[in-house]
């Protein structure tokens, strides 16, 4: 599966933007599906990841409560919905998907699309 991110940009602290990631093939709803971030000089975190379905969903402590994931199986697109952002939150975010379509996982991504970039300014 070939994954392409988009929908980063600049914003101030307190906005909102919404990430998608459009996925190619006919078997998306066969992959969980996850939002990973790495901002300048740090390793790449999880953020949210969501089931095959749509049923099961999970989520990074910075983010919970700011941040959702959700998924349009029919349009093969996976969307970040980031509310109340904060400076913390720039990074390069990238998507990625796993075959393991009955849960959220954190880990096990296959396939990664190219990052789109979100900078928070304070």
């Known amino acids: 599966v070939q994954l392409q991110a988009s929908g980063g940009g600049l914003v101030q602290a307190g906005a909102s933007l919404r990430l998608s990631c459009a996925a190619s093939?006919?078997?998306?709803?066969?992959?969980?599906m996850g939002w990973f971030r790495q901002a300048p000089g740090k390793e790449r975190d999880f953020v949210a990841a969501v089931s095959g379905w749509g049923g099961a969903t999970d989520y990074a402590d910075s983010v919970k409560g700011r941040f959702t994931i959700s998924r349009h199986n029919a349009k093969n697109t996976v969307y970040l919905q980031m509310n109340s952002l904060k400076s913390e939150d720039t990074a390069l975010y990238y998507c990625?998907?796993?075959?393991?379509?009955?849960?959220?996982?954190?880990?096990?991504?296959?396939?990664w699309g190219q990052g789109t970039q979100v900078t928070v300014s304070s």
């Open positions: 093939g006919r078997t998306f709803g066969s992959y969980a």
């Open positions: 990625a998907a796993a075959d393991m379509p009955a849960t959220a996982p954190r880990t096990g991504y296959k396939y």
